[in-house]
Nanobody
């Protein structure tokens, strides 16, 4: 199965932008639906955005709609999350997740492959 590694996290000022990446191993990346989740200290993991296998369909949490954009390049085995107009409440560890199976886009339980996470910190 696919193995996922996130990168690109860091510290950014409120209103700034950051792009994080999810690089996948293996040869079956295009068969996986991919999502980004995030988890702040002391908080539950929450759905951020997801993208279909082909990249033709996307879904965003209301909290990030209009500010974040997910994309994928299957030729490079990579999914990206472009984050604009960042707010302090966006501070969290961001996790890439993938699944070959059907399930609710916004449910962490639907995803069986997870990366290690990358820290995004937005200062006020």
């Amino acid at each position: 199965q696919v193995q996922l590694v996130e990168s690109g996290g860091g510290l950014v000022q409120t209103g700034g932008s950051l792009r994080i990446s999810c690089a996948a191993s293996g040869r079956t990346f295009s068969t996986y639906r991919v999502a980004w989740f995030r988890q702040a200290p002391g908080k539950e993991r929450e759905f951020v955005t997801g993208i279909s296998r082909s990249g033709d369909d996307t879904l965003y949490a209301d909290s990030v709609k209009g500010r974040f954009s997910i994309s994928r390049d299957n030729a490079k085995n990579t999914v990206y999350l472009q984050m604009n107009s960042l707010k302090p409440e966006d501070t969290a560890v961001y996790y890439c997740a993938a699944t070959m199976y059907s399930g609710r886009w916004y449910s962490a339980a639907a995803y069986d492959r997870w990366g290690q996470g990358t820290q995004v910190t937005v200062s006020s």
